[in-house]
């Protein structure tokens, strides 16, 4: 059976494979604790599930538009507007079937064969695999735990070429829960400035889950606006990763662009979940700051629990519900039995022997650290890395 050897340029999201290789073990009946976890563990709002439920009733069933709705794409401006202060009109607007499409239809608008794309480490697992589809050349920029993994503008002015046409990051980012200041968008603006043939696409999917103050987004800079694209959804502020809905903000020729390719991959998300989606980005965000609260809560318990790990260095995430400690000083030692030679080893070391699910950091560019998730109950939290805590301590 000969496939596409397109299917060789990407990798499979190392976040999905250690979900997947968590309920093969939960199924042989293994108690396996899921720190995983790339979604609130909260359920839809009460007020969204009865919007999605009388959109059901008066049978929103149909053909949507592939850019949405217009009074969605109505109510993605006044969101913006609202929480962002970002004045867009509804043709700066396109809804997809979540926000990795958004991304796709961005990447695939703007990059072509041999482009260069920049993305700072670390990064959500699926950006440089985008970039690889479309056959662009992936450009990381390491940054430092001591920097709160955060690109400099000094850094980002030494990875732009003549070849690079995309910058990518997300603030707040999974999987570092670094937040970007004013001040410091403000900076990497000016070098920007300098760049006129760089897009940039700003991930702002976790805005609401910030522990520092008022999330800010680099399409405040006005002069900047034409070729910034915001990407967010409605998962993890809305607790709705199951309804699949992600948009964009942008130049309305790259929403056009979008536009023609989504046309030909889904044509328009999901019909019920627009209509939802009306209310969950218009009405009130009660239940959000609710889950932000408890968000806090974990964070601080999880942090706390980390430092009695001896050897683990963290730097306190401003956002997004995941630690990303640096775990170098396990690579080297053993139980005994399991040599730990890398993150990799030690993410599945703890799966297979403490029963917990981690994600390696080799997976977003940061090959020294993993992934620990908090959105999971603190009853959860505080077994897992009991668990945690005691298989690191067996390995010298």
Request: overall charge negative; proline content about 5%.
């Amino acid at each position: 059976m000969r496939l596409s050897s397109r299917l060789d340029l990407f990798n499979e999201p190392e976040t999905l494979k250690m979900a997947k290789l968590g309920r093969e073990l939960r199924a042989q009946g293994v108690d396996v604790i899921d720190l995983s976890l790339g979604e609130p563990d909260f359920d839809t709002p009460n007020h969204i599930k009865e919007s999605l439920k009388k959109a059901v009733d008066e049978n929103w069933s149909h053909y949507t538009p592939v850019a949405g709705y217009p009074e969605l794409r109505e109510a993605v401006c006044v969101k913006l507007k609202r929480d962002n202060n970002l004045e867009y009109r509804p043709e700066n607007i396109l809804v997809s079937t979540g926000a990795k499409q958004s991304l796709a239809n961005v990447v695939m608008a703007i990059v072509d064969k041999g482009d260069e794309v920049i993305i700072p480490t670390p990064y959500w697992v699926t950006y440089s695999e985008i970039v690889k589809l479309c056959e662009g050349h992936v450009v990381l920029v390491r940054t430092s735990v001591e920097n709160k993994y955060k690109i400099t503008p000094e850094e980002l002015e030494a990875a732009i070429t003549p070849k690079t046409s995309l910058f990518m990051f997300s603030s707040p980012c999974n999987p570092s829960g670094s937040v970007y200041t004013r001040e410091e968008l403000a900076s990497l603006a000016e070098v920007f400035r300098r760049h006129p043939q760089v897009f940039i696409i700003s991930d702002e999917i976790y805005e609401y889950i910030n522990f520092v103050g008022q999330h800010e987004s680099l399409a405040q800079f006005h002069d900047l606006k034409d070729r910034i694209i915001i990407l967010n959804g409605l998962s993890k502020g809305y607790a709705m990763t199951g309804y699949r809905l992600g948009y964009i903000a942008a130049d309305p020729a790259v929403v056009k662009a979008c536009e023609k390719l989504q046309g030909q991959f889904t044509s328009g998300a999901n019909a019920v979940t627009q209509r939802g989606a009306i209310t969950a980005l218009t009405g009130e965000l009660e239940p959000t700051f609710k889950m932000n609260t408890e968000f806090t809560r974990r964070r601080a318990r999880m942090l706390e629990l980390l430092a009695a790990i001896p050897g683990v260095k963290v730097a306190e995430p401003d956002g997004a519900f995941y630690v990303f400690p640096v775990v170098t000083s396990y690579f080297g030692t053993s139980d005994g039995t399991h040599a730990i030679h890398d993150a990799d080893d030690l993410c599945m070391y703890l799966l297979n022997y403490a029963h917990v699910s981690t994600v390696t950091g080799r997976a977003f560019g940061e090959p020294d650290s993993i992934r620990i998730s908090f959105a999971n109950s603190m009853e959860k939290i505080e077994a897992a890395m009991a668990r945690i805590s005691a298989a690191m301590a067996r390995l010298t």
